[in-house]
Every structure is written in structure tokens, then in C-alpha cells.
């Protein structure tokens, strides 16, 4: 007998996945551990492998449709088995397939269909008082945004009513009915006038991908409920730009300025176990590990991969787990464990030539770095005489549920220290 494959759950964060692509035709043998489906989620695209030996009897969810976890997106069997499915998508026989009784009158045969011609069905599998099909996450956001499932056509595999379907029923202004007549076409189409729509020329649609999706959602979610302020201060660079150039002469990769931003981050959030928390429910949760998402600006959207443990790693290591996570968001081929656990961030856009900026909290983390552009910048000696130094600009995000002023600037205090005395970084 055949086996479901369910959408998997290949992230903490992730509700539902999306098909992009089947590795195995339908009919074709699959094997244990092979890849079997490419699926879209919330982090990354991902290659999801067969847990079992067998024949993809099935494919549930087209390449396009987006499932709940747990919804079934294919079956597998043994060659030749019939599809689970068949008996259920067969007609019922007609009566009249089972006997031959004499031909009615027509005018009794007209009356009898007119009579008995059932309603037509909305096509999202509801019937009359039957239970309209649609994804858990699709009901629960629909339940939010006062969309009612039971007028929408759904775009999911049997007419389910998927996530996307709500999204543009509410963008829409609620739902459409699945009946509804067309309407007639104007004779003559209005033309836009100047200064609306038509001044803009043609206009591009562009649809999110589900990790636009989720960058958006909670980028928005963390602007609108937690409480930030900035702090900033300058850092004199101008000891850990003589560091870098002596790594250079004896490693081939010498470690980054950001590198060192991220290892001098790592070591104060030791000190200050608060800037390594987050605010939860009502209540602080403060971390016993130190893992340092870096800011990646990729795939047309922000990506942040984590170093785990970083107040455990040296500089260099620091900087080879740096590059290798770097090259695979690159790549496309970081994976959702890569991209989770992470404690705290540090954005950084200094290589565009930004002296300062401000970042919005990576939820639920409790703040977040950014750093600016390195640049030679006057300022004034001990002695009074103003010369040139390597001078760098960093902003300390904070959520103000958990950290308050003095917490934020005296992490940032300490970050400054250990980047003016960077031999502490190379130990």
C-alpha cells in the first residue's frame, strides 16, 4: 500500500512550503535518501529527500502549490499500484447504466431533469453546510483578516484555498464570490488621467517569494511592537587596520574589519548577558550560547547566517565560518539550520560607503550592530593636534523591553575598547 509524503517541517519558523520543483517524475523509481523535491519555505529553498525505498505512484502538489505542514505532496508505493486517489475522482454509474427501462414521454423525461438538476458547487470543495477546503494556516488568516473561505475559489490542489488566496481576497477588499457573473465590458475603455496610473507608463507586478514574504512579515512585526532606540559612537580603527595588514603577511585570507567587529560583538555579549537576550511574553530570556547572525544582502532579499558559538571561536575561525556562510547564501545553498539560533546581529554597509545607519531588531533578538564605512577622518591627538585617523562608525539598535540606556552604551563602550586594543581580538 502506498505511503503519504507530507510537506516536512524544514524550519522552526515554517507553516507551509511551497513545491518548486519534483526531482522524480511520477512512475519513477525513488530511492532512499535521494533528492526528491525542491521546496520553497520561509528561509531558503531546500532539497527534500525520500525517507523510503519505493515508486512516486503520485504527485499530490503540483510544482506552484503552496501546503500546510503535514498536507500530503505525493505517495509512494510499489510499481504498479494504482493512484489512492482514483476511486474517488470516479463518477458514480448512472442508473440507467444498469438497466434498460422503457423511454419515458418527453415531456415526463423534460420535468424529471428540470427537477432534479442539482445546484451547481463552489470550487473549493464546499457543499451545501459541507466544510469549505482549505490550508490550517489559510483558515487561521482568514479568521484574522474577516475574509469568509467559503466565497473564495481556492488555487491549492482540489480547489483547497491556500494562503495566498486570503492574502488577495483581503487585498481586494474581501472575497470575491466563486459564482459570480462576469461583468460586461465598458464600451470604450476610461482613460487614466494625468498624474494617476497611465503617467507612469507600464507598471511591473512582482510577487514576493515566500523569503520576501517572511523578511516582510517580520520586519513589520518588529517595527511595530518593539520599542527601539539608537546609540551611537566612533571607534578609532586605526590599531586594527596595523593588526590586519601584519595578518596578511603570514595568512593567505586575512580576517575582515567586519570579522573583528563580529569577535569583539561575541566577546562583550559575554559581559552583558542582557544584549544577548530577548524580551518574550512579559519576560526576559537570556542565552547561554553566543550565536552572531551576519546581514546578507542576497537572493533580493536580506539573509542572515549564523556563527555559532562565536565567543568560543578565535578571529580566524571566525572569519573562515564567515566566508563559507557568505559563499553559500551566495550559492543559494544555505540551509534553515544556518540561518536559526542566532542571539544577536550585525549589519554592515560600510562597503557602500555608509558612514551610519540604523537597522530594524531581528525579532526576537534583543538588538542589533551596524557598522559603517572605514575611512581616514580628522580628529585630535593627546597633544592637542588635529591628524588624520581610521576612524569607523557603530549604531547599537536596542529594544527598549529589555535593554535600557545605560545597557546599550556600555556594551557599545566595550565593543569600542576591544577594537582600539585588537590584540585582545587575535588571542
Not at 244 to 267: H, T
Not at 299 to 315: E, M, N, R, Y
Request: net charge negative; with cysteine.
Amino acid at each position: 500500500m502506498a505511503s503519504d509524503v507530507t510537506m516536512p517541517r524544514l524550519s522552526d519558523s515554517m507553516e507551509e512550503g511551497t513545491i518548486l520543483k519534483w526531482l522524480v517524475d511520477e512512475g519513477g523509481a525513488v530511492k532512499r535518501g535521494e533528492p526528491l523535491v525542491e521546496i520553497e519555505t520561509d528561509k531558503a529553498n531546500m532539497t527534500y529527500e525520500s525517507d523510503t525505498d519505493g515508486v512516486l505512484v503520485e504527485v499530490v502538489a503540483k510544482e506552484g502549490d503552496t501546503l500546510a505542514i503535514g498536507e500530503v505532496i505525493a505517495r509512494i508505493g510499489e510499481a504498479g499500484e494504482a493512484k489512492s486517489g482514483g476511486e474517488e475522482r470516479k463518477e458514480e454509474p448512472e442508473a440507467e447504466a444498469e438497466e434498460d427501462p422503457e423511454p419515458e414521454p418527453e415531456e415526463k423525461r423534460t420535468a424529471t431533469a428540470t427537477k432534479e438538476r442539482p445546484k451547481p458547487s463552489s470550487t473549493n470543495g464546499a457543499g451545501d453546510g459541507g466544510r469549505v477546503k482549505a490550508s490550517p494556516v489559510a483558515r487561521r488568516m482568514a479568521e484574522e483578516l474577516g475574509v469568509e473561505l467559503a466565497r473564495l475559489e481556492g488555487s491549492g490542489p482540489g480547489g483547497r484555498i491556500v494562503k495566498a488566496d486570503v492574502e488577495a481576497a483581503a487585498g481586494d477588499g474581501g472575497a470575491k464570490p466563486a459564482t459570480a457573473e462576469p461583468e460586461a465590458e465598458p464600451a470604450e475603455a476610461p482613460q487614466p488621467a494625468r498624474g494617476e496610473a497611465g503617467a507612469k507608463g507600464e507598471v511591473e507586478v512582482h510577487d514576493l517569494t515566500r523569503l520576501q514574504q517572511t523578511v516582510t512579515r517580520r520586519m513589520a512585526e518588529s517595527k511595530a511592537t518593539a520599542p527601539d532606540f539608537a546609540l551611537t559612537l566612533d571607534v578609532d580603527m586605526t590599531g586594527a587596520v596595523a593588526l590586519r595588514e601584519r595578518l596578511k603577511e603570514v595568512a593567505e585570507q586575512a580576517p575582515s574589519f567586519n570579522d573583528m567587529v563580529v569577535k569583539a560583538a561575541a566577546s562583550a555579549l559575554t559581559e552583558h548577558p542582557k544584549v544577548n537576550g530577548a524580551y518574550r511574553d512579559g519576560r526576559f530570556e537570556l542565552y547561554g550560547n553566543v550565536n552572531v547572525g551576519v546581514a546578507v544582502a542576497a537572493q533580493d532579499a536580506l539573509v542572515v547566517p549564523t556563527i555559532f558559538g562565536a565567543d568560543q571561536k578565535s578571529l580566524g575561525a571566525i572569519a573562515r565560518e564567515a566566508r563559507r556562510l557568505i559563499e553559500r547564501v551566495r550559492e543559494k545553498q544555505i540551509t534553515p539550520p544556518e540561518l536559526s539560533g542566532g542571539t544577536f546581529t550585525v549589519s554592515n554597509l560600510g562597503m557602500f560607503g555608509i558612514e551610519r545607519f540604523t537597522a530594524i531588531i531581528n525579532p526576537p533578538q534583543a538588538a542589533i550592530l551596524t557598522v559603517g564605512a572605514l575611512a581616514k577622518r580628522p580628529a585630535v591627538d593627546d597633544r592637542g593636534r588635529v591628524v588624520a585617523r581610521d576612524q569607523m562608525t557603530l549604531t547599537l539598535v536596542c529594544d527598549h523591553r529589555i535593554l535600557y540606556g545605560a545597557d546599550g552604551a556600555q556594551f557599545l563602550a566595550r565593543v569600542k575598547e576591544l577594537l582600539e586594543q585588537p590584540l585582545s581580538l587575535a588571542l
